[in-house]
Each structure stands twice: as structure tokens, then as C-alpha cells.
């Protein structure tokens, strides 16, 4: 068995709570609602959360797949809440946010794999919320781009849809999505006018030179907005971690992206898809 990597001192955090942090996590719980701050075990949620902010996850807490870089429960999902779409723009409302994000767990149970429900919590944000700004972080939608456009026809500010790792690595720890048919995701949401954002993890056993291929793919698509963050192992039984890249590594990618013609890259070892979200604006 490989020995592992020992983390290093830059990614040694500790959740501090504040009153903000204790009435977010009330307002969570008591709506009912899922966050991937919680089920992904995010490193910045005592930060977010500190600050009353927080990503949503719709269409319940269990996954139709089985990614190996992800915590979220794999099986057989209950049927989707009708109720959550009004439930998520109400809990908006009483956490004062000026913006949101909303992701889900993949849903290739349903016949629309959720399409609509994803329609459905973005205009009723959008109508509890006039003044809120929307980010959302969609599935691949199996490449059906007619189902991406009922999304991109709900109107949200910012699409993103998560590259997740370079090209070689992608088929190693995604279970069903691959690279090329996130790439098509991605360029259909930037040509149909719509801001286009993806993310991607460091620290799989890439190389420098796949990612900046990666970046050079996503620019060409027409992606606006890239986040690199580095890849943090959930639990055992999750992919390993090959290396730890430096802070120093991460501003070097920032400054290529930026190079390369993205108009905002965060870059870093704690960053996340929605990370200082709130920015991308």
C-alpha cells in the first residue's frame, strides 16, 4: 500500500464559530435543506458560514453516482421534494443573501435528470429574491443540452458545470461524466450568452503542462471564470492524494489562466467551485 502524503502545514484549518455561523447552520437545518459545505466536507465552511453564506444542494443528499473524489452518499435517491424549490428562495431570503449558490447531486434516476426541479428553484429564487444575484453549479445533464437549456432559460447570473481534473485523470475518478462532454456543456452555455464557469482539482497526479492544457480547452469553449483548488481526500475509501501542490504552484496558475484569457481565476490550496462566489459578479 502506498504510504500517504502528509499534509502540510498550509492546509491545517481550524472552524471557528461566530453568531453568524450558529444562526446559518440553524437556518440550514431548521428548512431542512443539504449543503455540499456539509456533504462535501468543505474546508471554508466556518468561513462561509462565519459570513451567512452557504451553497445549496437540491434534489436530496444521495447521488446516482459514484465519483471517487467525492464524499456525497451513493444509492438510490427519494423522489425530489416539490417543496425544496420554495424552501431554498425562503431560507435565501432570511439569510439576507445579495448572492446565492445552488448546486445538486446528479439525478440520472429521473427521466429529465432533474432538469426542471433545477428550473423550478431558480425562479422561485428569483422571484422571493428579486435583488439576489444566482450562481449555479449544474450536472452534466448526461449531455442533453435541451435539458441545460432549461436551466440557462431560468436565467441564472452564472452557470458553472466542474471539469473536475485534466483529460488523462478524468475517466480515473469520474464515474459516468467525462472530459469531452464537459467541455460541450460548458461551450453550449457561453454561446447560448450565458457566464460560463468550471472548476478543477489539483494534487490527482496531474502535470503542470495537462493543466494548462485543461485552461487552454476551457478557453476555447468559451469558460469565463476557472477555480483551482487542491484535491483533499474525504475518507479512506476515497481516491488518494498524490502530491500537495504549494501556494506558490497555485499563483502560478492563477497568473497562466489569466495569461491564457480567463477574466477571473482563484486559485489556491483551500479554494472551492464557490468559493468567494459572491466575487464573480
Same mark, same amino acid.
Given at each position: ?201 489539483? &494534487?490527482? &497526479? ?76
Amino acid at each position: 500500500m502506498a504510504e500517504r502524503v502528509r499534509k502540510p502545514e498550509w492546509l491545517k484549518i481550524s472552524i471557528a464559530t461566530n453568531q453568524r455561523y450558529t444562526e446559518t447552520k440553524r437556518i440550514v437545518e431548521s428548512h431542512c435543506l443539504h449543503t455540499i459545505c456539509s456533504s462535501g466536507r468543505c474546508p471554508n465552511l466556518g468561513e462561509c458560514w462565519g459570513k451567512g453564506t452557504a451553497t445549496f444542494m437540491i434534489g436530496g443528499n444521495i447521488c446516482t453516482r459514484s465519483c471517487k473524489f467525492c464524499n456525497t452518499e451513493t444509492g438510490r435517491p427519494l423522489p425530489l421534494d416539490p417543496a425544496e424549490p420554495e424552501n431554498v428562495a425562503a431560507s435565501i431570503k432570511l439569510m439576507k443573501l445579495s448572492h446565492a449558490v445552488v448546486t445538486s447531486v446528479d439525478r440520472d434516476d429521473l427521466p429529465d435528470l432533474s432538469a426542471k426541479h433545477w428550473a423550478d428553484t431558480i425562479r422561485a429564487i428569483k422571484k422571493e429574491n428579486p435583488g439576489t444575484t444566482l450562481e449555479v453549479l449544474i450536472p452534466d445533464f448526461q449531455g442533453q443540452m435541451e435539458l441545460v437549456d432549461l436551466v440557462i432559460e431560468a436565467q441564472p447570473e452564472i452557470i458553472s458545470h466542474n471539469m473536475e481534473t485534466v483529460r488523462r485523470i478524468s475517466p480515473l475518478v469520474r464515474s459516468a461524466a467525462n472530459y469531452d462532454r464537459s467541455l460541450e456543456v460548458i461551450k453550449h452555455i457561453a454561446d447560448k450568452g450565458t457566464t460560463a464557469k468550471s472548476g478543477i482539482m489539483v &494534487g490527482l &497526479g496531474e502535470t503542470i503542462e495537462e493543466v494548462h492544457q485543461t485552461m487552454d480547452d476551457l478557453v476555447v469553449a468559451g469558460c469565463s471564470i476557472l477555480t483551482i483548488g487542491q484535491y483533499l481526500q474525504p475518507s479512506r475509501k476515497n481516491y488518494p492524494v498524490a502530491e500537495y501542490v504549494t501556494p506558490e504552484q497555485f499563483a502560478r496558475y492563477k497568473e497562466e489562466g489569466i495569461r491564457k484569457g480567463f477574466k477571473l481565476v482563484e486559485s489556491g490550496p483551500l479554494v472551492r467551485s464557490s468559493y468567494h462566489a459572491e466575487k464573480h459578479i
